[in-house]
């Protein structure tokens, strides 16, 4: 299908403020949403014309697939970038379905030979002592106030779970005398479904957990009082641990670490997927356990419980078993495949 060459100049322009819809899902989507895929966007347009010099919707549909087949985005990269080509540029009416037709991946050993420059490092997706090491390691050289920040951040969100932006909006109170606080989030993805709700509450079991908490929200207010946005601080607050990774020359969790760290700790406490869903915001039980940290250390003790208000509305979540991973079907098959007597899991 052929488009106007001005389509993608569109694309670069300001903004009209006004939230659509998904035209793949349907859903609505918020302000923020919409602002973050048009900047997506807009980024991979500019990639697009320094690379090729051209400017046309064709050629940046092909020129994109080719990169992902390449092996030259993440998995999680490129989902970002389908979403938002597809939320920008199929509500101007462009046939976007190629990007899930065409861009499948590399398998593991074809991008195993890729270039050292084009491959992608793992995110670290655990905060156990090694990555503790490498936290401690890396922030040395950093900013004492910088340096607090960032560990508020990591221990508050190892012990509650909490997406580090969710941290905005998040309230602490004790809705009883003398009782338990409860911490009160807005979840972060519940629109389109994604979410079980608008708010999820957790209570804190332990005064080490509402000390965290309470310390890092404090250090909230500090900033902002300071003048600085949540927006801001969020920002600064990652790229002061990034650049303090990259010059030690290492890797160690980020501040997202932190909410697969959580789940590793509820799985190791036996804590019900049901639960689990509530607590992380999820629609789906299925969630925390095919896309979360799938470590086995666990860091201190599991110290949260779901505490929804009286006047809540009930979470919508949706139970059901994880498909079979990979690794999990590899493994099947090994074992099936040797002699009887052998036992699973032996070399």
């Known amino acids: 299908m052929e488009y106007p060459k001005a389509l993608l100049g569109r694309v670069l322009r300001p903004s009209n403020g006004v939230a659509n819809s998904h035209p793949v899902t349907g859903g609505a989507r918020t302000q923020e949403t919409e602002t973050q ?11 697009y014309r320094k690379a090729t010099g051209r400017g046309d919707v064709a050629g940046l549909m ?4 080719q990169k992902r087949c390449a092996g030259e985005f993440s998995g999680s990269t490129w989902r970002q970038y389908r979403a938002a080509l597809e939320a920008i540029l199929g509500g101007m009416g462009v046939d976007t379905s190629a990007l899930r037709r065409n861009a499948a991946p590399k398998g593991a ?7 050292v420059a084009r491959r992608r490092a793992r995110p670290v ?10 936290l401690q390691g890396a922030c040395r050289h950093l900013a004492a106030a910088t340096q607090e920040d960032i560990m508020a951040w990591m221990e ?15 309230t602490l109170d004790h809705p009883n005398q003398g009782g338990m606080a409860v911490l009160t989030v807005h979840n972060a993805k519940h629109t389109n479904g994604r979410g079980h709700g608008v708010l999820r509450r957790l209570a804190l079991l332990t005064p080490e957990t509402e ?15 300071q003048g600085i946005s949540f ?4 920002r600064n607050t990652r790229r002061a641990l990034n650049r303090a990774y990259q010059r030690a020359g290492t890797r160690g969790p980020s501040l997202y670490s932190a909410r697969h760290q959580f789940k590793i700790n509820a799985r190791a406490a036996g804590i019900s997927a049901w639960d689990l869903a509530y607590l992380m915001g999820h629609a789906s039980t299925i969630t925390a356990q095919c896309h979360y940290g799938r470590g086995r250390t666990q860091t201190g003790v599991f110290t949260v419980a779901p505490a929804p208000g009286a006047g809540d509305p009930a979470p919508m979540i949706r139970m059901g078993e994880a498909p079979e991973r990979p690794d999990q079907r590899i493994g099947r098959m090994r074992d099936n495949s040797r002699p009887s007597g052998y036992p699973p899991g032996t070399g």
Do not use: D, F, M
Not at 62 to 65: D, V
């Open 231 to 234: 927006v801001t601080h969020y």
């Open 37 to 47: 895929y048009k900047r997506r966007v807009q980024q991979l347009i500019r990639r």
């Open 109 to 115: 050993a074809e991008e195993s030979a890729l270039p």
């Open 156 to 170: 508050a969100g190892i012990r509650t779970g909490l997406r580090p932006g969710e941290w905005a909006q998040a």
């Open 62 to 65: 092909e020129w994109i697939t």
């Open 125 to 134: 997706k655990a905060v156990g002592i090694n990555g503790r090491r490498a």
């Open 211 to 225: 000390e965290w908490v309470r310390r890092h929200l404090a250090l909230l207010r500090e900033r902002q009082t």
